[in-house]
């Protein structure tokens, strides 16, 4: 299976684009939940009005309808490895991805798809010997010492040898993605060539361990087929639309029940309330479950008897194997971008569609303006929702675009916007609404394009006033818990929860908050008169 490239990293990031466009008229700033707190905001970056290139299609928001807080599942028969019959699961579409229970990769949507149902593969790594690539991306992200201490480990407590790849046919590739729901995925055992194991930004060594266990072909402790001998499942207390994480899984158990293995859930996994969604029984009756459980720090010694066992034929502890980590201190923002960068590129992107539109009149750009007149409506901006399919060849992504009737843009000083840093996505996001606040606007977004004219550095902006958005608090709940620090899932979610209550998008401000009664999450809700939602092609596959 090729390598997983997560598109936005492909999204042309072109010089500076600026121009001075008519400011909008100050407006005072109303909150739909009557917090008093300064909302959430997003710093600017500079562009010309009609910074954009041309929308390549004309669909309605099926992006978005089609993505709801709650995972989306879908059956699908599958005969896992080392399973002794196919069975049926329910699994969750992430990416291009089709997953099961949580982070088990058991096929994709590219043309050649991987199957697991080729009797005689045995799905371990030959020789125990797992040879590693670590992708640019994970040192761009600062993941870099996770992922080694992770090898380690291995190398050093267990009869697997986590090798850098030479010339391997078949071996993992670890690459970061800003996409993927949880921590991490992994398929199960050897899956023939190249296979892609993906970390996000909340990845610890624990998760890299745990994701390199799938890898090495083991299952989730807890869904062991004899599980029910050893804890119960509380379905009550688990996150609507998650339940399908606790589906027992066809591998074979390897010794005994371990509550303390690296692969085992902690008590409280997907728990919708703090309660434990396992409780630990001995003989049907209810028991303190050891504080071990759910442990993403150390192999317990059952996972490092399981390996020796599953890998019984050979014959070396430990393997200390030599993997050394060249890019301990480097970077590598132009060979693979960081999640901010790659945001920011996607930012760009759509500021250049925008530009590029024709100026058009009333409410659609089918009737288009020979002549400028009081009724000449252009587009002033658009940014990504982070919502993306792949239709034939192509990926699109989905964008909302802003009328010039209900936004403006501006170059703003730097100096204005507190000097944050350029290369900062949530920083600038959180500078912009913190401008447009203190300037009578809603909120805005930088269109992360600036430039220096001779008297300092100008951002390109879009400002937004009260008859194109409204700015509100949400619960980190009700966005269905993004993780903080993940771009993506912050874009995504707020998005969602925008077009679910009424409105044509949403982004967030990259501000949140906790008030005592759980962390609230600044957003900024489009209303749907003041642009057009639409799907644009984010990548160009081969004709």
């Known amino acids: 299976m090729k390598s ?38 997003i710093q600017s970056s500079a562009t010309k009005p009609g910074l954009t290139s041309k929308s390549a299609t004309t669909q309605s ?30 699994v969750q579409k992430m990416g291009h991805f089709f997953v099961l229970n949580g982070d088990i990769i058991v096929g994709n949507d590219f043309p050649k798809t991987m199957s697991y149902s080729v009797d005689d593969n045995d799905y371990r790594w030959a020789n125990a010997t797992l040879p590693i690539v670590v992708d640019p991306s994970i040192y761009a992200n600062n993941l870099g010492n996770e992922v080694h201490r992770a090898i380690s480990m291995f190398n050093n407590r267990t009869e697997l040898c986590l090798v850098p790849r030479g010339n391997e046919k078949n071996y993992i590739r670890i690459v ?4 993927i729901a949880g921590a991490g995925l992994s398929s199960i055992g050897c899956q023939g060539g190249e296979q892609a194991l993906f970390l996000s930004a909340s990845a610890s060594q624990g998760t890299v361990m745990h994701e390199l266990m799938h890898a090495a072909g083991f299952y989730h402790e807890q869904c062991r087929e004899d599980r029910d001998q050893f804890i119960k499942i509380n379905g009550d207390n688990i996150k609507e639309g998650l339940e399908n994480n606790f589906q027992t899984e066809g591998g074979v158990a390897r010794g005994y029940y371990d509550f303390c293995s690296i692969m085992h859930y902690p008590k409280n996994a997907f728990s919708k309330n703090d309660q434990p969604t396992i409780e630990c029984i001995q003989n049907g009756m209810t028991i303190n479950c050891p504080d071990c459980i759910g442990n993403r720090t150390y192999f317990s010694d059952d996972d490092i008897n399981g390996i020796d066992k599953f890998y019984s034929n050979v014959s070396r502890f430990p393997c200390q194997a030599s993997f050394p980590n060249p890019h301990a201190q480097m970077q590598f923002p ?62 699109i992504g989905g964008t909302i675009f802003l009328k010039s009737t209900t936004a403006g843009w501006q170059d703003i000083p730097l100096a204005e916007l507190g000097n944050p840093p350029l290369d900062d996505f949530a920083a600038r996001m959180r500078a912009t609404q913190n401008y447009a606040v203190r300037n009578g606007y809603v909120g805005g977004f930088p269109n992360f394009f600036h430039k220096d004219y001779g008297k300092g550095i100008v951002c390109g ?74 799907d644009v092609v984010v990548v160009e596959g081969p004709k």
Not at 9 to 38: H, N, R
Request: one cysteine or more.
């Open 334 to 395: 132009n060979i693979y971008p960081s999640a901010s960068q790659s945001a920011m590129a996607a930012f760009q992107h759509r500021a250049k569609l925008a530009s590029q539109e024709k100026p058009f009149i009333g409410g659609t750009t089918t009737t288009y303006a020979d002549k400028s007149g009081s009724n000449l409506v252009r587009f002033v901006g658009a940014y990504p929702n982070f919502h993306e399919v792949r239709k034939g060849n192509n990926i």
């Open 461 to 534: 902006t879009v400002l937004i006033g009260n008859g194109g958005a409204e700015w509100r608090d949400v619960s980190l709940v009700e966005l269905g818990n993004p993780a903080l620090d993940n771009i993506a899932a912050r874009m995504t979610t707020a998005n969602d929860y925008a077009f679910k209550n009424g409105y044509l998008g949403g982004f967030p401000t990259f501000y949140h908050t906790d008030y005592g009664k759980g962390i609230v999450c600044g957003i900024i809700l489009i209303k749907k008169n003041a642009g057009e939602w639409r």
């Open 61 to 90: 928001p099926a992006l978005s309808q089609a993505s709801a807080t709650s995972p989306v599942y879908s059956r699908m028969k599958i005969k896992l490895p080392f399973a002794t019959a196919e069975k049926e699961y329910f």
């Open 176 to 179: 970061f993605s800003s996409t």
């Open 4 to 41: 997983f490239i997560i598109s936005l990293c492909c999204i042309l990031s072109g010089g500076a684009i600026l121009a001075q466009s008519p400011k909008l008229p100050a407006k005072s700033l109303k909150t739909s939940t009557g917090v008093t707190q300064t909302p959430a905001t």
